[in-house]
């Protein structure tokens, strides 16, 4: 089946740890997209890729960091210069960019210990 | 820049009766939207999405929307809801000039009782 997997399910870190949270696409899409949800924010948007090794920042890049080295992976880093990361991280990827559906993965619930 | 306002944030409403969840949106140029259902702790799926043509717009789950360029809105209706709608519902925006970037509205908590 194709779709989007994120990993893990829940993830703690520790104060001053840097966090990777893993997203795999096997729908052959050029864009993939990251994004933060808190509770009565909606949804948004940390970094965005077109196309393998590339990237841009979205509206909330400070204290994130992401790598687009294939095309099926796009691995967000949870930086110890981000104070406040709790929250529900959602991952998308889509055909190409302009008006392209937007499929998203299953979110990956980020809490500080 | 664009925007989308969701002007509930709760929407609480009996089995099978009709529901209506509202978004208006601000854009100086040409837009697509849509509408993504999110369930707890689950990602977002889509319902349905306008790009152009026919203002009047049918998704999943019975669910459809109307674009009204007059009013900047792009309201969501179900004739008749079952307990399984009860979710999130997400309205987005994006434009010729956004590329594929998409602006999330805040979101509306449908609950609905038996």
């Known amino acids: 089946d194709g779709g989007i997997t994120q990993s893990p399910k829940y993830l703690f870190r520790k104060e001053g740890q840097n966090v990777t949270l893993s997203c795999e696409q096997n729908l052959n899409h050029d864009a993939m997209y990251w994004y933060r949800q808190d509770p009565g924010q909606g949804l948004r948007l940390i970094y965005y890729?077109?196309?393998?090794?590339?990237?841009q920042k979205g509206d909330i890049a400070e204290g994130y960091s992401v790598s687009r080295e294939k095309k099926e992976s796009f691995p967000l880093t949870v930086t110890s210069a981000q104070k406040n990361p709790t929250a529900f991280y959602l991952c998308a990827s889509s055909i190409r960019l302009r008006q392209e559906t937007q499929y998203f993965g299953p979110g990956t619930r980020l809490l500080v210990l | 820049a664009q925007s989308v306002t969701q002007l509930d944030s709760q929407v609480p409403v009996f089995e099978e009766a009709p529901v209506e969840l509202r978004c208006n949106y601000s854009s100086s140029v040409s837009v697509y939207l849509f509408w993504y259902v999110q369930y707890p702790n689950q990602g977002l799926q889509l319902l349905l999405k306008y790009l152009s043509g026919s203002t009047l717009v049918k998704g999943i789950n019975g669910f459809e929307a109307e674009f009204n360029k007059s009013q900047t809105s792009f309201h969501l209706r179900k004739p008749s809801v079952h307990i399984s709608d009860t979710a999130e519902y997400f309205c987005a925006v994006s434009s010729e000039t956004s590329g594929s970037r998409l602006t999330f509205g805040e979101g509306t908590q449908l609950t609905v009782n038996p």
């Open positions: 890729s077109q196309i393998v090794n590339d990237f």
